[in-house]
């Protein structure tokens, strides 16, 4: 009947006390496998199925086979390859290994323009992260017989010289969304070309806003958490941009986040506007504005034969700055220059793309059109290099600063938009040079170049808040740690924060332009596929 028996080959159902059925079925060798291991014996008490009695098993055997059941189901969801692939995911791109199986990277005519701008963005970087130590960058050389510093210097000083690097962003802006028109206008395919600027407008405001949006509203929460509360009251020798403002609730912070998007958004004013959680968005509105502008005018000139077009382009371009609208005088000229060089074949090409360019062929001999080239892009650099501030006292300057027509110098404009009258030129005459010029275009086809390229929106849209929390919390820890009394501190803290933001900057930089840049993009393409008539074949 009842008693202890040893652990048998037999099989047979086990049953709960607690319940009134069948559990699940045992295998007792298997078990009593699992108890010698342990050194343990388990009381076993076999029995037919009597109805209507307790039924005396194992609890714990219960729990396991209900784990089982939550592993299993756990299992169905692929939680684990799902994990797996957030983890891939949050690998910035330059840390993965390459695969020796992929073809060689293919660039397209225009890839120096990628390049260009990448370049120019993380110059722009350089100036937000130096201007809150220094007020000096926004200096020239010699200015007034005052203190002078090696990154005053021209050309030196355009690597923390933000200012110009707008320009070149509208410029380069103008110049790349023109050239797919373009082509297919010199190609005589008119549908073809109306098809593009119609994608190109529809798509336009979500390709920009869209980051910008996500980005900042992620930021606003961090604010509101206190992430830049710490770095508030911390005393800087220069000028760092005014921080992020904290409502009392998160409902006044939604709604102060929500008032900077419409006025972000509100593409019928020209004024410049510095949004609330990240000043230097002011360009975004100004970019979209510029964009729909450049779409009107090549609309407009589409059909018109070239000896027509050039010259209205032209006097186009020369009316707008004429009246200092140096946001339309970068788009427009930056139309105007891929005009030009479309129709003298600059970007000749035998193939629609061609491989990256060699160590080897940075050697080439000197000759005439290499010489004419190189002085204008020395003319340009010097162009560029026209400080902020002080430029009617600086030497090399003084000459330049008396030539600003007086439509740029009104009353009540900023200085930048007064000094950018030589940007603008310095930054389309870059532009020219560095498309009519194989050997130029070498230092922006490059691979930095190119990936600082791919991700210069998001790190555009990101290093100011990265700056905010990340960079001036590193700045204030380092200077309770050394303080900044002499120089030589000063710049260990400098050293040490530009150090550690790099990594920082580059890496959420690279998530950010895959999971939300190019997101973003696609988006827009997904909505234009919804809403678009399909095209008759």
């Not at 005589?188 to 070309?193: A, D, F, R, V």
């Not at 019928?268 to 990240?278: A, L």
């Not at 450049?294 to 371009?317: E, S």
């Amino acid at each position: 009947m009842f008693g202890f028996s040893p652990i048998r080959k037999t099989r047979s159902t086990a049953y709960a006390a607690i319940g009134h059925g069948p559990v699940e079925e045992i295998d007792f060798e298997e078990r009593g496998d699992m108890e010698e291991k342990h050194g343990a014996m388990t009381r076993v008490y076999e029995m037919s199925e009597p109805k209507g009695l307790p039924y005396v098993g194992s609890l714990a055997q219960t729990t396991r086979s209900r784990a089982a059941d939550a592993v299993e189901r756990i299992g169905s969801l692929e939680l684990i390859p799902t994990l797996k692939h957030i983890g891939r995911e949050l690998v910035p791109t330059f840390l993965r290994p390459s695969d020796p199986d992929s073809p060689p990277e293919k660039l397209l005519p225009t890839a120096f323009l990628d390049g260009l701008r990448g370049v120019a963005a993380f110059f722009v970087f350089h100036q937000h992260f130096l201007q809150a130590w220094t007020h000096q960058i926004f200096w020239a050389w010699g200015h007034d017989g005052g203190p002078s510093h090696i990154m005053q210097l021209p050309f030196i000083r355009l690597v923390c010289a933000g200012q110009p690097m707008v320009y070149i962003f509208f410029g380069v802006s103008g110049y790349s969304l023109a050239y797919g028109p373009l082509k297919a206008r010199r190609d005589h395919s008119w549908e073809k070309m109306l098809a593009s600027v119609n994608s190109s407008v529809f798509r336009r405001g979500v390709r920009l806003f869209l980051p910008c949006i996500v980005v900042s509203f992620i930021f606003m929460t961090l604010v509101y958490l206190g992430l830049c509360e710490s770095n508030r009251s911390m005393k800087f020798p220069g000028g760092p941009d005014r921080f992020p403002d904290r409502a009392a609730s998160y409902a006044a912070q939604l709604a102060l986040w929500a008032r900077m998007i419409r006025t972000m958004t509100e593409v019928w004013s020209w004024k410049v506007y510095f949004p609330n959680f990240d000043p230097h968005l002011w360009t975004i509105r100004i970019e979209f504005m510029g964009s729909l502008v450049l779409y009107l005018v090549m609309c407009g000139t589409a059909r018109m034969q070239a000896k027509v077009r050039l010259p209205l382009l032209f006097a186009i371009v020369c009316y707008v700055n004429h009246y200092g609208r140096w946001e339309l005088f970068m788009f427009l000229g930056g139309l105007f220059v891929a005009e030009t060089d479309m129709l003298r074949n600059v970007h000749r090409r035998s193939r629609e793309e061609v491989d990256l360019p060699s160590r080897r062929s940075w050697r080439t001999a000197v000759t005439p059109s290499g010489f004419f080239w190189t002085a204008n892009l020395v003319c340009s650099l010097w162009l560029l290099s026209v400080p902020l501030e002080r430029v009617h006292e600086t030497p090399g300057f003084k000459l330049l600063f008396t030539l600003i027509p007086k439509s740029w110098d009104a009353p009540g404009r900023m200085s930048l938009e007064r000094i950018g009258f030589w940007w603008a030129i310095g930054a389309l005459q870059l532009i020219w040079t560095t498309s009519n010029s194989p050997t130029i275009q070498k230092a922006f086809t490059n691979p930095v170049a190119q990936y600082l390229g791919k991700v210069s929106y998001a790190l555009y849209i990101l290093h100011g808040p990265l700056l905010y929390s990340v960079g001036y919390t590193i700045a204030r820890n380092m200077q309770g740690l050394i303080g900044v009394e002499t120089q030589v501190r000063k710049w260990t803290v400098i050293g040490v924060e530009y150090l550690v933001m790099l990594p920082v900057l580059f890496t959420i930089s690279d998530i950010c332009w895959r999971l939300v840049d190019k997101k973003s993009v696609a988006f827009a393409r997904w909505i234009q596929e919804q809403c678009f008539v399909p095209a008759i074949k």
